[in-house]
């Protein structure tokens, strides 16, 4: 009977809270060019809360769109979070201290995989050496 009381006290409880409803952001800047007859279009948003996004491009010269850019945001720390960007023919390639890097090469290669790679080109060596099909 106890455990039952304690239920509807909680259920009681919280159904008592009310529901925090999301603030709404204001948009303090957003304007937008569509393409015109040379594929030439921009973008340009930023909101109070710090989001910023901005963008240009002209059409490519196999037809796709050309296109720089930025965006950026705070982040929960108070820094800001920012990445640019190129796409193009050659894809999208952004820019950002946000991004992961890839180690320094040439690092060390661990013995057991120079090892691995030798036995392998040996191996190869012998199916030529007896005509055998890979």
Request: hydrophobic share 35%; charged share 20%; net charge negative.
């Given at each position: 009977m106890k455990t039952a009381v304690l239920f509807a006290l909680l259920a009681l409880a919280v159904a008592e809270k009310p529901l925090a409803l999301p603030v709404p952001v204001a948009i303090l800047r957003q304007t937008q060019v569509n393409p015109d007859a040379l594929g030439a279009h921009s973008s340009d948003f930023e909101a109070e809360n710090g989001i910023v996004f901005q963008f240009s491009g002209s059409?490519?010269?196999?037809?796709?769109?050309?296109?720089?850019?930025?965006?950026?945001?705070?982040?929960?720390?108070?820094?800001?979070?920012?990445?640019s960007f190129v796409a193009n023919e050659n894809g999208f390639q952004p820019q950002s201290s946000l991004l992961p890097?890839?180690?320094?090469?040439?690092?060390?290669?661990?013995?057991?995989?120079?090892?691995?790679?030798?036995?392998?080109?040996?191996?190869?060596?012998?199916?030529?050496?007896e005509g055998v099909r890979a």
């Open positions: 059409e490519g010269l196999t037809g796709g769109s050309n296109m720089i850019g930025s965006w950026s945001y705070p982040q929960a720390d108070g820094t800001l979070a920012e990445v890097v890839a180690p320094a090469f040439p690092h060390p290669i661990p013995q057991f995989v120079l090892d691995q790679i030798e036995f392998a080109r040996l191996e190869k060596e012998r199916q030529e050496r």
